[in-house]
T-cell receptor, first 116, second 110 residues
Framework: DTGVSQNPRHKITKRGQNVTFRCDPISEHNRLYWYRQTLGQGPEFLTY????????KSRLLSDRFSAERPKGSFSTLEIQRTEQGDSAMYLCASSLGQTRAAEKLFFGSGTQLSVL | KNEVEQSPQNLTAQEGEFITINCSYSVGISALHWLQQHPGGGIVSLFM???GKKKHGRLIATINIQEKHSSLHITASHPRDSAVYIC????????????FGTGTRLLVSP
């Protein structure tokens, strides 16, 4: 499978715990995006990487959230001290990133987080 | 008011009907995406367009930049078209993020 891979698919955690999600983009894709989606809503932008550089970050991304893409390949999204309001589907997407023009995005299946 | 508005929110159709989903946006854009989301989360890109019209099989997407409006049409709808259809825009600010609408939930009955 050469699509965008996200792990785990589901995560249940208790309030206050830390969680980490992983995204493996399509191998030749330079751009990687994290979005968050709650029930009945469209995805909301969290952050964007061009290779290993985190170039855009939403105000939604509080100091409890941190994302990395250390070698410009896979990325991790960590949420510290989880709150019930963090419960959502966390979506990763990637795109080729060879031009400044708009590009087609390829999405992973997401990680569904439930904070109890 | 959301930057991207879709209508209708929910749509029920009989198999074979012609379907139109609308998207209006309030910001300057460099591109508009139409995406399909099935239960379970997976999102698939259907179209990316910045002007005119695109067609792929039974799907047609149009955009009017002056009116800040786009439509997604499905001809000869089929139950397998049942999904949430989402419009998203890339603003012409140089940023890479997409701003999404809330989606249109389509149910096509046999």
């Amino acid at each position: 499978d050469t699509g965008v891979s996200q792990n785990p698919r589901h995560k249940i955690t208790k309030r206050g715990q830390n969680v980490t999600f992983r995204c493996d983009p399509i191998s030749e894709h330079n751009r990687l995006y994290w979005y968050r989606q709650t029930l009945g809503q469209g995805p909301e932008f969290l952050t964007y990487f061009q290779n290993e550089a985190q170039l855009e970050k939403s105000r939604l991304l509080s100091d409890r959230f941190s994302a990395e893409r250390p070698k410009g390949s896979f990325s991790t999204l960590e949420i510290q001290r989880t709150e019930q309001g963090d419960s959502a589907m966390y979506l990763c997407a990637s795109s080729l990133g060879q031009t400044r023009a708009a590009e087609k995005l390829f999405f992973g299946s997401g990680t569904q987080l439930s904070v109890l | 008011k959301n930057e991207v508005e879709q209508s209708p929110q929910n749509l029920t159709a009989q198999e074979g009907e012609f379907i139109t989903i609308n998207c209006s946006y309030s910001v300057g854009i460099s591109a508009l995406h139409w995406l399909q989301q099935h239960p379970g989360g997976g999102i698939v890109s259907l179209f990316m367009l910045s002007s005119g019209k695109k067609k792929h099989g039974r799907l047609i997407a149009t955009i009017n930049i002056q009116e800040k409006h786009s439509s997604l049409h499905i001809t000869a709808s089929h139950p397998r078209d049942s999904a949430v259809y989402i419009c998203a825009v890339k603003e012409n600010t140089g940023f890479q993020k997409l701003v999404f609408g809330t989606g249109t939930r389509l149910l096509v009955s046999p």
